[in-house]
Structures are given as structure tokens and as C-alpha cells.
């Protein structure tokens, strides 16, 4: 199809090609993630209205990454219609844009502006690439192992057990599972990075410290970037993006959130969860402060003032409570846990189910070395920078207790833990 679009003449016919590519990779997509969730919504909408309306779903096998490798071919047919690239002329090349392997499963999500060009270079190993790509593995496998998976003891027990448990319970969930997906994705993010500079590719950074964003508009500039600048570039803009009428601004605003949601998983959960995203970005875009905050986080000061560190909070409060709909096993599940919030008071307790045994003090801890560090690092394009690296036992200290951290982690989960114990 790239070759199509690139060599015919006839603009429609281009189009024709285009709208093929697109409609051919949608329908992959559509077909293995999102069949059964169409046939059992459309079953339920007769049920809903008293009409018994029976539907046999599929027992469909969902390919690995199919999100991902659909997104970058439709990048690549979209920019090569646009004339942004030209037409791949190497089928390896063009294959192993698609299915390489560091960002295959979880992204980022690469476009073929950047990626595919560098498969036409000569591979020659570079030491000081190597070398960020290792720390950013390290710091990829700490986010996952030692954060993601350290929270997740706790979210799966809360979240699954939310009517047992009190409101400071249910809300130090949330704040756990914020935790536990941005390790878990930005995690993998940064080991794909890292793995790929190995091999002396470059990947487009995905996470830049999101959760120190002062507005929900500066927090979807910071969080999952390739996703986000891919819908921002390639649906936002065409349909129209900021400009127009406040209600085609309001329209195209649902329409990226919603689907965004969408595209994370075939449940109402996540479309929920792009609504609610959308709802608060609103007031940004209705009064044109969407993109306030441009510029560096407290760029003189180690300690954020006190109008900062309050945004900060707010923003990660919003966030939170979106998470709760993501994470919930369904829409009434979510609103039931938010319910429970408000109306549940009893103190804290962490020791009436089994799960909640295993010291939480280590998780804290990890969690407020994780912050400190990220803190520290957030003005900058990578934490494989800085001046903490210039200093020999300032860098051979991290990585030790970094490894020794992840290790404990790794054997204690393997004998059925989830976190060493002080």
C-alpha cells in the first residue's frame, strides 16, 4: 500500500489506497480485541429493553502487541500519503520496523519518521549509548519489579476486596495503583529504550515524570507521549484539533479521549475513564490554559513553592480517581469503590486480610526513594543524565542498591511474597 500511495499520480486513487491500508489495519484490530465486545454490548442493549437477544461470542486468541504494530503501520501508510517519508523500498527494513522487538509488546509507539530510517544505517556499537541503555534497563526493571510489582499485592487485594475495607484503605489504594501503572509502563517503556540504544537504535522518550504535572493538560503531555502525540497528530489535527467553534473543540476533545480509553481495552471501564479525562480537561480548553505550563517544574529550587506543590497534588488527586475506573473490574464495581470513600470512615487497617501481612514499610520506602529520585531528576531529558552520575560512588551505590533491591524482590516473590520484610 506504501508503494501505491507514493506512485500513483491520481490524488483519489492515492486515497483509495489509503483508506484500504486503514480500513484493513482497523479491521485486525477491531476484529480480535474488539468483537466480542461489540456482540455481547449489542446482546445487552436488547437485554436492557426486555428483549431476549441471545449471541455466541468467539473464543479469539489476541496477538501479542496487535495495539502497537497496528498503530506504527498506520503512522507509516498516513506520513507516506502525507509525504512526510518516502516509500519503503526494503521489505526487511520495513518488517522489522513493524515487529521490532524491544517496543513490539508495550511500545512506545514508534513512527516511521524516526524508526525506519535507522534500519537503512549501518549497525556500529557505540559505548556511551550502551551505557545509558543499561542504566535505563536498570531503572526500567526497578520501576517494574521493585515499584509496579510491589504495589501490586496490595491494589489486587484492595480493589478485589474493596466492600471489606475502610475509606483510607480504599483511597491509599488508588494511590498505589497510580503508582503501580505508571512503574508498569514506563517501566517497560524505559527497558525497550535501553535495550534498543544496545543495539544503537534511538526510541522517542514516553514518560517524562507525569505525575509532577501541575494541570491535567501538562499531565497528557507528560504521560504515554507516543500515544498521545500519535492521536494528537494523526485524529485531534485532522478533525479539527483547537480551532473552530467551542463545540467542535468540546467534540474533538471526548472524541481523543474517549477512544484513547477505548484503545487501552474492550471494556466500559476504560471509556469511562476517557470521559472523565476529557471532563476535567475541559475548563483548560474552554478558557485557553491548556497549554500553561510549558516551561520546567521549579527549575531554581529543589523544593517546589507552595502554589506548585498544591497543583501538583490536585493533578495527581484527579488522576487517581480516574485510575480507580481503570483498574475496576467493571463500571458499577468503580462507582461502588468511589462510593465507599465517602461514606466509610473507619481508621485505616492494613492486617485483616492475609495479603496485608507482608510489611508495608519496605513499599513505602521504595516509594519515597522513587519520588525523591524522579524529583530530582524531573527537569531533565533522562535519568541517565545529571550530576549524580559524575560522581563514581554516588553512581556504583545506586546501581548496587538498585540490584540488590530488585533481586530480594524477585526471590521473596518466587517463595510467595511480593516484597522483602524488615
Given at each position: ?12 486513487k ?19 480485541k ?30 501479542v ?20 517519508i ?74 478485589e ?15 498505589l ?34 505525575y ?126 468511589v ?30 526513594l ?53
Open positions: 500500500m506504501g508503494k501505491k500511495i507514493a506512485n500513483t499520480v491520481d490524488k483519489n492515492s486515497k483509495f489506497f489509503l483508506y484500504t491500508s486503514v480500513i484493513v489495519n482497523l479491521g485486525f484490530l477491531g476484529f480480535f474488539y468483537y466480542n465486545f461489540f456482540v455481547q454490548s449489542f446482546a445487552n442493549s436488547f437485554n436492557f429493553l426486555g428483549l431476549n437477544f441471545n449471541v455466541s461470542t468467539l473464543n479469539i486468541i489476541l496477538p502487541g496487535i495495539s502497537f504494530y497496528t498503530f506504527q503501520t498506520l503512522s507509516y501508510s498516513i506520513d507516506v500519503y502525507r509525504g512526510k518516502k516509500e519503503a523500498t526494503d521489505p526487511i527494513s520495513f518488517f522489522a520496523f513493524v515487529s521490532f522487538f524491544p517496543q513490539l509488546v508495550a511500545g512506545p509507539i514508534e513512527r516511521a519518521t524516526n524508526l525506519l530510517p535507522q534500519f537503512y544505517n549501518k549497525r556500529v556499537f557505540n559505548y556511551d549509548k550502551a551505557v545509558s541503555g543499561a542504566r535505563l534497563i536498570l531503572w526500567g526493571f526497578f520501576q517494574k519489579i521493585v515499584i509496579a510489582d510491589g504495589c501490586a499485592l496490595y491494589v489486587n487485594d484492595i480493589f476486596n474493596y466492600l471489606l475495607y475502610s475509606s483510607p484503605t480504599l483511597i491509599f489504594g488508588a494511590v495503583f497510580a503508582f503501580q501503572i505508571y512503574g508498569d509502563f514506563a517501566g517497560y517503556s524505559n527497558i525497550a529504550i535501553g535495550v534498543s540504544r544496545l543495539f544503537g537504535f534511538d526510541l522517542m522518550r514516553n514518560f517524562n515524570y507525569p509532577f504535572s501541575r494541570d491535567i493538560g501538562e499531565f497528557w503531555r507528560r504521560w504515554h507521549i507516543s500515544l498521545s502525540t500519535w492521536f494528537r497528530d494523526y485524529l485531534y489535527i485532522p478533525l479539527g484539533g483547537s480551532k473552530g467553534s467551542k463545540w467542535n473543540k468540546v467534540r474533538n476533545v471526548f472524541i481523543i479521549f474517549i477512544i484513547s480509553g477505548f484503545w487501552h481495552g474492550a471494556n466500559w471501564t476504560f471509556i469511562v475513564w476517557g470521559g472523565l479525562n476529557a471532563l476535567f480537561f475541559l475548563p483548560l480548553l474552554i478558557n485557553n490554559k491548556n497549554r500553561k505550563y510549558l516551561n520546567d517544574i521549579s527549575p531554581n529550587h529543589f523544593l517546589p513553592s507552595v502554589k506548585t506543590f498544591f497543583q501538583i497534588c490536585f493533578t495527581f488527586t484527579l488522576t487517581s480517581f480516574t485510575w480507580i475506573f481503570f483498574r475496576s473490574k467493571s463500571v458499577l464495581d468503580a462507582i461502588q469503590y462510593k465507599r470513600i465517602f461514606i466509610n470512615s473507619d481508621y485505616l487497617t492494613l492486617s485483616s486480610d492475609r495479603t496485608m501481612n507482608v510489611s508495608i514499610k519496605p513499599l513505602l520506602l521504595a516509594l519515597i522513587f519520588v525523591l529520585f524522579e524529583w530530582y531528576n524531573r527537569n531533565r531529558e533522562s535519568i541517565v543524565g545529571g550530576d549524580i552520575f559524575k560522581f563514581s560512588y554516588m553512581r556504583y551505590g545506586l546501581y548496587f542498591v538498585t540490584i540488590i533491591m530488585i533481586i530480594l524482590n524477585i526471590s521473596n516473590e518466587a517463595n510467595g511474597f511480593i516484597y522483602f520484610q524488615f
